[in-house]
């Protein structure tokens, strides 16, 4: 069957080392079950993975993808839950699992015909959804939830900064928020992003690093080193601030003397829980929230998927169809 593989790991030229090629069929372990892939959506995780940051060399050739949506083997639509691990481990959330793994780090991922997982990660798919809707789903829009609902735990009413507005964890919150009846402020460097973000629901959108009317509840962090002071700056007195990611630097000036003084909270958030992947399914039928997606290609056009990634070309998920 034809995938897209990882063969080599480049930090300067990634799409170098990501093939077309025929591969076998998976072979199918106790427990774990085949997905006909009707479509998978690109991530920025794809990409950290060719330039060779958190995963090592030693993996490859490995079939990328983590977000997938298709049909079982008993014929039923589904979407899959990313996070093979086991709930046990993690004291009844796998995302705590030590040995837990996000699909195509260890196992192979979603950019093939097929794809093989464990029957736990199979949730059905909801019929207001299509395919291509469904697989913009698992990584970033599981993450934002989890941020949003179980981390930060939101109200109606409160206040959220999203900074970043471009990314897909982004995008995901300011919907997110904006239907859970928060107020949303959300910045990005671009102007096209900025307004990308107000037809998504953010109720204002201003340049990275702007002075906001009114101290927020919760800020959802996924930049990082960039927009930490403003991030702290911005959130009231015993506010929390909730990071999933630092794609401009992990180390910025810490600012104890602001956390400890005004009570301010700083949580981590990874991934999501299976149950909170139904949560956010029954979410988004109950509010008619969709993703926003940017285009649809073949397979065998991933390449121009994520060069448009790279590029900042996207407003909204690229998604591929593998069949």
Same mark, same amino acid.
């Given at each position: ?17 990501? /093939?077309?090629? /025929? ?123 989890? +941020? ?135 979410? +988004? ?23 448009? +990634? ?14």
């Amino acid at each position: 069957m034809l995938a897209a593989v990882a063969v080599r790991q480049d930090p300067d030229d990634p799409l170098s080392g990501l /093939e077309l090629r /025929e591969v076998p069929e998976p072979t199918v372990p106790p427990g774990w079950t085949l997905v006909r892939v009707r479509a998978a959506a690109l991530n920025h995780h794809d990409l950290w993975t060719l330039r060779g940051v958190g995963h090592p060399a030693d993996r490859l050739p490995i079939v990328l993808g983590c977000d997938a949506a298709g049909v079982d083997e008993e014929g039923n639509e589904v979407v899959v839950h990313p996070v093979i691990g086991d709930p046990a481990a993690g004291g009844g959330d796998e995302t705590l699992d030590p040995g837990r793994t996000l699909l195509s780090e260890r196992h192979d991922g979603a950019f093939a015909e097929l794809l093989c997982v464990p029957r736990r990660n199979l949730i059905p798919k909801p019929a207001g959804l299509s395919f291509e809707e469904a697989a913009c789903l698992p990584v970033a829009w599981l993450t934002a939830y989890r +941020m949003l609902f179980t981390q930060a735990r939101i109200r109606p009413g409160d206040r959220v900064l999203v900074q970043g507005a471009g990314g897909g964890v982004a995008s995901a919150a300011i919907t997110l928020a904006r239907a859970a009846g928060a107020t949303v402020y959300a910045t990005s460097r671009s102007e096209s992003k900025l307004a990308a973000a107000r037809e998504l629901g953010a109720h204002e959108a201003v340049p990275s690093g702007t002075r906001l009317p009114t101290k927020v509840d919760v800020v959802v962090e996924t930049v990082g080193q960039a927009t930490w002071g403003h991030s702290l700056k911005a959130l009231r007195p015993g506010g929390t601030v909730v990071v999933a990611g630092a794609t401009s630097g992990a180390n910025p000036p810490a600012d104890l003397n602001r956390i400890f003084y005004l009570q301010q909270r700083v949580l981590g958030s990874t991934g999501g829980t299976r149950q909170e992947f139904v949560s956010l399914l029954r979410f +988004m039928e109950n509010t008619g929230t969709k993703p926003r997606i940017d285009r649809v290609l073949p397979l065998t056009d991933v390449h121009s998927g994520f060069q448009a +990634m790279i590029d900042g070309e996207l407003t909204g998920k690229a998604v591929v169809r593998p069949s």
